[in-house]
């Protein structure tokens, strides 16, 4: 074999048409690119712990970053702040005299809800004497439309009264104007 001198110039070899990535090459690329990227990839690369879900690459089924319905969102949000019974309580106000009919709701009104007692104000101290008699078996009923031992008590009170203490000349301990009487 005769050699060849160093300076020879060897063919060069034709260049490769360029590489159109399109079609599945491209959709490879672009889920390797989007994976990389993710903190889960770059925590792992670095030789950390990563966090718990995420760096996820999205696939045929359905997840959490899908579009939502609205009524699935609410009922999320109502869950993660715990606004369920807040919400039942005021279904409850909004539907009180269907509940507890309408005679009696004519005459009294509920008025808050807290730690378990409903607190109920009467426009009569003869209807808050009546309501007092009825008070179990209101809060039955109420405990089977909000779930057991939801309401714990019912405070009934009679209506607001004006007040006498006003004015410079008012007493301490008076009983309001009888005591000028007479």
């Known amino acids: 074999m005769p050699d060849e001198p160093d300076d020879a110039v060897l063919p060069e070899p034709e260049p490769e048409p360029p590489h159109a990535d399109d079609g599945l090459d491209l959709a490879r690329a672009l889920t390797r690119a989007a994976a990389g990227s993710t903190p889960r990839h770059r925590a792992r690369a670095r030789g950390r712990a990563r966090p718990a879900g995420t760096g996820r690459v999205s696939g045929a089924h359905p997840d959490d970053r899908d579009p939502q319905t609205l009524d699935s969102t609410l009922a999320r949000l109502v869950d993660d702040h715990g606004w369920a019974l807040d919400l039942r309580m005021r279904g409850v106000f909004a539907r009180w005299p269907e ?80 005591d000028t009487y007479g």
């Open 99 to 178: 509940l507890v009919g309408a005679e009696v709701a004519a005459h009294c009104t509920p008025e808050s809800f807290t730690d378990g007692k409903l607190l109920v104000r009467t426009d009569s101290t003869a209807w808050a004497t009546q309501l007092t008699l009825l008070a179990p078996t209101v809060v039955r009923r109420l405990n089977e439309e909000l779930g057991p031992a939801t309401v714990v008590a019912m405070d009934v009170v009679g209506p607001h009264l004006p007040s006498w203490k006003k004015g410079r000349r008012s007493t301490r301990d008076g009983r309001g104007p009888r």
